[in-house]
């Protein structure tokens, strides 16, 4: 099994939830946050005046699903988010052990 944590634009939530139910992803838990990453935060401004925004709003998806299918949402996601611009985010992939289901004590992909 693989946990992607998926750091995105928030505009691209409903992109990323289409992909995962398309693929079949069973669960979905989303964190929104502030962050910036290689472009250290942009400027904006109106005419004559500019002002720095060093904490851009982003979102946290995370998923865990199986290693058949992971590599194919990886490349979906990172598709179909894709701007080309800063900021378009990052997917990070992890080994997940195990998974227990609490309600029912089923363990490994059967809990997901």
Do not use: W
């Amino acid at each position: 099994m693989k946990k992607l944590e998926i750091i995105a634009r928030p505009e691209k939530l409903e992109d990323i939830r289409r992909i995962l139910d398309e693929a079949g992803a069973t669960g979905l838990n989303i964190f929104h946050m502030e962050g910036y990453g290689n472009q250290r935060g942009y400027y904006e401004g109106n005419i004559g005046s500019t002002a720095e925004v060093k904490i851009l709003p982003m979102i946290k998806c995370e998923t865990v699903v199986d290693d058949a299918i992971a590599g194919t949402l990886i490349e979906k996601i990172s598709k179909g988010i894709r701007t080309g611009n800063y900021g378009d985010g990052k997917i990070f992939v992890v080994d997940v052990e195990d998974a227990i289901r609490i309600r029912t004590g089923e363990r490994g992909k059967s809990a997901l």
